[in-house]
């Protein structure tokens, strides 16, 4: 397998954006991207297209990457939809990576977009409640609900369990709403308190409105090839792919003691890069619920089972901490366009280890970081799909 | 009316009969799974699986209510796990006569199945579904 670098990254900014179609919201994150890496569209040898909804809420039921490519002058090339639910666009960069670091291609591009607003919210819950398998969905499975019962995560026990508190629950979005405040493409720029977090109205009982991530629109992109090529390239940035696990959930019975998804999917990244947890200076991770980053730092090696809210308070997650997670505001306060989120974490995290976050550059520069991912519900108490890519520099 | 997955529930055609979910137990493993497979998900042997009658009773596992709705369906209402006699834990809902309110559910408390349209709404009226209410209620018992 030969070395991968990310040579351009670019992203549309996230949020309701009704006039625009996938085409039109895919192509300044392409084009940003490709002006990045310094490439042109037929430097490029194949290119995977993340997206998860276009298909129930545009109609766009088929060769959605070939339709947002041609508009963005990118034809004749090995193209390939990926559908990974919440993360869809993780799945194209996985595509990309294997190509290049195969030898199969030199330069490939990935791609994720998202088109939520359409004008009918209640149209759009549905087909999110459809990238749960069809036997849940069509039971009134809600993905916010998932988040407050769902065995994996359970919310409301883990109240029990550690005496966790809805203000609890409310601090990774303060911190993150802090961080997306900073960033020109966040969709809420407004930073939050406890207080008007726990306060506004409740959507799934425990979870509050301030605390999911909202109805969003957006794309992103990366240009990825050979380090040597990047060398030969002259490319500003020396990003290297160092792993990018993609692993499916499994059945569980209850209480039966497998380790959970996003652990092993996280653990087999660590091994596959030669680090640890320890080693990390950054993290953007899967919160579209907000109390969901604190089960994460469990689940991803930073705390002990049920010390979440201690990283925030002792200020090692914050922007100024020793570990920073979700510079870019996460999924709460960048927004969350469930085809695009994969991309757009890795965007934020190449920003990062440049040097280019402006406002929220986190100091020093990052240098090893994680983007960890996941999406959809299996029938069996597991997502569908875990997602950890470890990037050095 | 029409039952949403014919293949998930078994509706008695005969008096005293209950309703029920049908699942799959592995020969092999003695794992017990909703829906039906044809491998069994732990030990992934190929049929092994035979057709079980489930899920008439079960315990509460978590419940919620839900402020927000998909089309279909009607905000609020529960959303609950259930963790069946036979094993699987599942999702569910709760059945219309139950008030949706803070307290009428407790977690652990013993349920039983139900069969009631999807929703009373234009588009899940005709669509009969299993649901779970508290074992207790409508046997005499206070609810």
């Given at each position: 397998?030969?070395?991968?670098?990310?040579?351009?990254?670019?992203?549309?900014?996230?949020g309701?954006?009704l006039?625009?179609?996938?085409?039109?919201?895919?192509?300044?994150?392409?084009?940003?991207?490709?002006?990045?890496?310094?490439v042109?569209?037929?430097?490029?040898?194949?290119?995977?297209?993340?997206?998860?909804?276009?298909?129930?809420?545009?109609?766009?039921?088929?060769?959605?990457?070939?339709?947002?490519?041609?508009?963005?002058?990118?034809?004749g090339?090995?193209?390939?939809?990926v559908?990974?639910?919440?993360?869809?666009?993780?799945?194209a960069?996985?595509?990309?990576?294997l190509?290049?670091?195969?030898?199969?291609?030199?330069?490939?591009?990935?791609?994720?977009?998202?088109?939520?607003?359409?004008?009918?919210?209640?149209?759009?819950?549905?087909?999110?409640?459809?990238?749960?398998?069809?036997?849940?969905?069509?039971?009134?499975?809600?993905?916010?609900t998932?988040?407050?019962i769902?065995?994996?995560?359970?919310?409301?026990?883990?109240?029990?369990e550690y005496?966790?508190?809805?203000?609890?629950?409310?601090?990774?979005?303060?911190?993150?709403?802090?961080?997306?405040?900073?960033?020109?493409?966040?969709?809420?720029?407004?930073?939050?308190?406890?207080?008007?977090?726990?306060?506004?109205?409740?959507?799934?009982?425990?979870?509050?409105?301030?605390?999911?991530?909202?109805?969003?629109?957006?794309?992103?992109?990366?240009?990825?090839?050979?380090?040597?090529?990047?060398?030969?390239?002259?490319?500003?940035?020396?990003?290297?792919?160092?792993?990018?696990?993609?692993?499916s959930?499994?059945?569980?019975?209850?209480?039966?003691?497998?380790?959970?998804?996003?652990?092993?999917?996280a653990?087999?990244?660590?091994?596959?890069a030669?680090?640890?947890?320890?080693?990390?200076?950054?993290?953007?991770?899967?919160?579209?619920?907000?109390?969901?980053?604190?089960?994460?730092?469990?689940?991803?090696?930073?705390?002990?089972?049920?010390?979440?809210?201690?990283?925030?308070?002792?200020?090692?997650?914050?922007?100024d901490?020793r570990?920073?997670?979700?510079?870019?505001?996460?999924?709460?306060?960048?927004?969350h366009?469930?085809?695009?989120?994969?991309?757009?974490?890795i965007?934020?995290?190449?920003w990062?280890?440049?040097?280019?976050?402006?406002?929220?550059?986190?100091?020093?520069?990052?240098?090893?970081?994680?983007?960890?991912?996941?999406?959809?519900?299996?029938?069996?108490?597991?997502?569908?799909?875990?997602?950890?890519?470890?990037?050095?520099? | 009316m029409?039952?949403?997955?014919?293949?998930?529930?078994?509706?008695?055609?005969e008096?005293?009969?209950?309703?029920?979910?049908?699942?799959?137990?592995?020969?092999?493993?003695g794992?017990?799974?909703?829906?039906?497979?044809?491998?069994?998900?732990?030990?992934?042997?190929?049929?092994?699986?035979?057709e079980v009658e489930?899920?008439?009773?079960?315990?509460?596992?978590?419940?919620?209510?839900?402020?927000?709705?998909?089309?279909?369906?009607?905000?609020?209402?529960?959303?609950?796990?259930?963790?069946?006699?036979?094993g699987?834990?599942?999702?569910?809902?709760?059945?219309?006569?139950?008030p949706?309110?803070v307290?009428?559910?407790?977690?652990g408390?013993?349920?039983?199945?139900?069969?009631?349209?999807?929703?009373?709404?234009?588009?899940?009226?005709?669509q009969?579904?299993?649901?779970?209410?508290?074992?207790?209620?409508?046997n005499?018992?206070?609810?």
């Amino acid at each position: 397998m030969r070395e991968v670098a990310i040579i351009g990254v670019g992203a549309h900014p996230t949020g309701r954006f009704l006039d625009k179609s996938l085409k039109e919201l895919a192509y300044p994150a392409i084009w940003d991207a490709l002006n990045d890496a310094g490439v042109t569209p037929v430097e490029i040898n194949v290119a995977y297209v993340g997206n998860s909804l276009g298909g129930l809420l545009t109609g766009q039921e088929g060769v959605r990457g070939q339709v947002v490519l041609q508009h963005s002058g990118i034809t004749g090339i090995p193209i390939v939809n990926v559908e990974n639910a919440c993360a869809s666009a993780m799945t194209a960069l996985r595509g990309a990576w294997l190509e290049v670091a195969s030898g199969a291609a030199d330069v490939a591009l990935a791609v994720g977009v998202e088109k939520m607003n359409v004008g009918d919210s209640a149209r759009t819950i549905g087909a999110l409640s459809a990238v749960s398998e069809l036997d849940l969905a069509d039971m009134g499975l809600q993905f916010t609900t998932s988040y407050a019962i769902h065995p994996k995560i359970n919310l409301k026990a883990r109240m029990q369990e550690y005496g966790w508190t809805r203000a609890d629950f409310a601090k990774p979005a303060v911190k993150n709403s802090y961080n997306g405040s900073l960033n020109p493409l966040a969709q809420h720029r407004r930073k939050l308190t406890i207080e008007e977090i726990v306060q506004s109205r409740i959507v799934v009982d425990p979870l509050t409105l301030l605390m999911c991530s909202s109805i969003s629109d957006g794309a992103a992109a990366a240009v990825v090839c050979s380090m040597d090529l990047a060398a030969r390239l002259g490319s500003k940035s020396k990003v290297r792919i160092a792993s990018c696990v993609l692993q499916s959930g499994v059945y569980r019975l209850p209480d039966d003691g497998r380790p959970d998804s996003a652990t092993t999917s996280a653990f087999a990244a660590y091994e596959k890069a030669g680090i640890g947890p320890n080693d990390l200076d950054a993290i953007e991770l899967h919160d579209a619920m907000a109390p969901a980053e604190l089960m994460l730092y469990e689940r991803l090696g930073l705390c002990a089972p049920g010390d979440g809210p201690k990283l925030i308070d002792d200020r090692i997650t914050t922007l100024d901490g020793r570990l920073p997670v979700n510079p870019s505001g996460g999924l709460c306060s960048r927004g969350h366009p469930v085809g695009a989120t994969g991309l757009l974490q890795i965007c934020e995290l190449v920003w990062q280890m440049r040097g280019e976050a402006g406002a929220r550059q986190i100091e020093p520069r990052p240098k090893v970081t994680l983007a960890q991912n996941q999406g959809g519900l299996l029938l069996g108490q597991d997502s569908a799909v875990y997602g950890a890519t470890i990037l050095k520099s | 009316m029409k039952v949403l997955n014919p293949a998930n529930l078994r509706i008695p055609t005969e008096r005293g009969q209950t309703p029920c979910l049908l699942g799959s137990r592995c020969r092999e493993c003695g794992n017990v799974v909703f829906p039906k497979m044809p491998v069994c998900p732990d030990c992934h042997r190929n049929a092994t699986m035979e057709e079980v009658e489930l899920g008439r009773t079960g315990k509460l596992y978590s419940h919620t209510i839900a402020h927000v709705a998909p089309n279909g369906f009607v905000a609020p209402y529960f959303q609950i796990f259930v963790d069946l006699a036979e094993g699987p834990r599942i999702f569910s809902l709760v059945g219309a006569e139950c008030p949706v309110e803070v307290g009428v559910l407790e977690d652990g408390m013993e349920m039983r199945l139900i069969v009631e349209q999807v929703a009373d709404t234009p588009e899940r009226k005709d669509q009969l579904t299993y649901k779970y209410i508290p074992a207790d209620r409508g046997n005499g018992s206070p609810a």
